[in-house]
């Protein structure tokens, strides 16, 4: 079977604290919800919340997913995030390669390894 590009997602979304972004991306891919996730720290966020600009540190979480595990995906974060409102900014990838894209999809269990 040729696996595309259109079957996966990357979704993006911050954290307040490592140990928040580490809980989070432990939980989806021992859930077999995310291949991966790429946490990179040393975030500095600046944004509008209630009126009144905010400036935060925080994580970034890259979470390589499939489409079909989006909702789940977004209903772990809401659950496990300290954010009244989650970043939660879903993208699809316009290529990548087969063997990846083969091994996302393994990992998320949604193909068989045996193929």
């Not at 995310?34 to 970034?60: D, F, K």
């Not at 063997?99 to 990992?107: F, H, N, R, T």
Request: charged content about 20%.
């Amino acid at each position: 079977m040729l696996v595309t590009a259109a079957d996966i997602r990357l979704v993006l979304t911050t954290a307040a604290s490592p140990a928040e972004g580490e809980r989070i991306a432990h939980a989806l891919v021992d859930g077999r919800l995310a291949a991966c996730v790429n946490l990179i720290p040393g975030l500095t966020s600046v944004y509008r919340w209630q009126e009144t600009v905010e400036t935060a540190n925080e994580i970034l979480l890259l979470i390589k997913t499939t489409a079909a595990h989006l909702d789940a995906v977004q209903d772990a974060i809401r659950r496990m995030h300290s954010y009244d409102l989650p970043e939660f900014l879903v993208l699809t990838p316009e290529s990548a390669s087969q063997p990846y894209l083969g091994w996302l999809l393994e990992q998320t269990g949604s193909r068989d390894s045996r193929n």
